[in-house]
Structures are given as structure tokens and as C-alpha cells.
Antibody, heavy 121, light 106 residues
Framework: QVQLVQSGAEVKKPGASVKVSCKAS????????ISWVRQAPGQGLEWMGW????????NYAQKLQGRVTMTTDTSTSTAYMELRSLRSDDTAVYYC??????????????WGQGTLVTVSS | DIQMTQSPSTLSASVGDRVTITCRAS??????LAWYQQKPGKAPKLLIY???SLESGVPSRFSGSGSGTEFTLTISSLQPDDFATYYC????????FGQGTKVEIK
């Protein structure tokens, strides 16, 4: 069965960086992309970006350009999301999700369990 | 950017009720729309993709319709397990979520 298992909760100070991992199993990793979606406390879902597990191509949300980097390690079927220059409004649960191709975008059929990132001084 | 607007934001209903949630896109997205259910502390769960295709394993009381800019998610007979927050998501151009609709017990 398809599973996406994420790394554990993190507490970071403003200005620091965080790197969250997402280990995939149960399918051919390079056949699908991975997207990252975050959810601030009590708020809705925000798409952060997408990475192709096949060739590493990326597409990031404009508001995060320059602060976010998504990578994959095909040898371990793991995707990573690094967010730099953390601010208090980056406090959120971060989800990885398997991306199924639509027209020019993707929907998400399997999700990780989420990783809480807390940014606090 | 394509904006997605859901209505209502909150919906109070009883078990057995027929429930309809609306999602409007700021421009045409053809049928490139998905619906998700999210319960507190859990990841979202895919219910519907391509506006009306039911994801495998999702109960048939859930259905989706619409195209262009207006879409609906219908639960034909609300069950206790259905009290949750529902999100629409367009994937015509990049990805955008609606703000969510919370279905609560009346």
C-alpha cells in the first residue's frame, strides 16, 4: 500500500532553516511527483510547490520563491522540503502529498501524516 | 493566480440530511477540480477528482458536479463520520485550495 512517512516535529528560532523529509513506499517513486502543502493553526491549506521525482524539476509558489528548496533522493525514495529564513508565520503543519497529473497542475491522492514546525524565539 | 471561493464557510446539518457545498473559480478551470475531506489533526483525504470522479474506496453518497467556474460537492445522506472540513482544489494552472467548509452537527 502507498505510504508517505514524514519526519518528526521541529522547533526553530526565527531566521533559522528547517528540512522536512517524506519517505515514500508502496509505489514506483519516480512515477509521480511530490507536492508540499502547509496549514497554519486553524487555517486552510496552502500549496507550497512541486517536485518531479523523475527528473528533479520544481515549481514553487511565488510567495515562497527564494526561501524554499525541494529535493528528492531516488535511492531512498525520499523527498525533502527545506524552508529558510523562518518567520513566526511559517508555524504550520507541513504535508507532503503524491501528485497525480491533471492538465497543467496536480491533485493529491496520498498524503503524509504531517510535520508540525513551530517557529518561536 | 486562480482564486477559489467556497460557500458556505460553515454548515450545520443533521445525520441523514442532504448537504451541498459550492466552490467557485475566478476563471474557467474546465473540470480540473478535486475535493478533500479533513478531520481535526489528520491529513486531508481525496474524495473526488476531475470534478466528478469518485476516488476508489470513497462511499457513493459523495458526488461532485460542475465545470468551468462553478462546482458542487454533495453528500446525499450525511453520516456521523462525515462531520469534517471540506476543501476544493483547482489544478488547471498550478494548484489553489478553497478556504474550506466546516460541516458541523446541528
Amino acid at each position: 500500500q502507498v505510504q508517505l512517512v514524514q519526519s518528526g516535529a521541529e522547533v526553530k528560532k526565527p531566521g533559522a532553516s528547517v528540512k522536512v523529509s517524506c519517505k515514500a513506499s508502496g509505489y514506483t517513486f519516480t512515477s509521480y511527483g511530490i507536492s508540499w502543502v502547509r496549514q497554519a493553526p486553524g487555517q486552510g491549506l496552502e500549496w507550497m510547490g512541486w517536485i518531479s521525482a523523475y527528473n528533479g524539476n520544481t515549481n514553487y509558489a511565488q510567495k515562497l520563491q527564494g526561501r524554499v528548496t525541494m529535493t528528492t533522493d531516488t535511492s531512498t525514495s525520499t523527498a525533502y522540503m527545506e524552508l529558510r529564513s523562518l518567520r513566526s508565520d511559517d508555524t504550520a503543519v507541513y504535508y507532503c502529498a503524491r501528485a497525480v497529473e491533471g492538465d497543467l497542475g496536480y491533485y493529491f491522492d496520498y498524503w503524509g501524516q504531517g510535520t508540525l514546525v513551530t517557529v518561536s524565539s | 493566480d486562480i482564486q477559489m471561493t467556497q460557500s458556505p464557510s460553515t454548515l450545520s446539518a443533521s445525520v441523514g440530511d442532504r448537504v451541498t457545498i459550492t466552490c467557485r473559480a475566478s476563471q474557467s478551470i474546465s473540470s480540473w477540480l478535486a475535493w478533500y475531506q479533513q478531520k481535526p489533526g489528520k491529513a486531508p483525504k481525496l474524495l473526488i477528482y476531475k470534478a466528478s470522479s469518485l476516488e476508489s474506496g470513497v462511499p457513493s453518497r459523495f458526488s461532485g458536479s460542475g465545470s468551468g467556474t462553478e462546482f458542487t460537492l454533495t453528500i446525499s445522506s450525511l453520516q456521523p463520520d462525515d462531520f469534517a472540513t471540506y476543501y476544493c482544489q483547482q489544478y488547471n494552472t498550478l494548484e489553489t485550495f478553497g478556504q474550506g467548509t466546516k460541516v458541523e452537527i446541528k
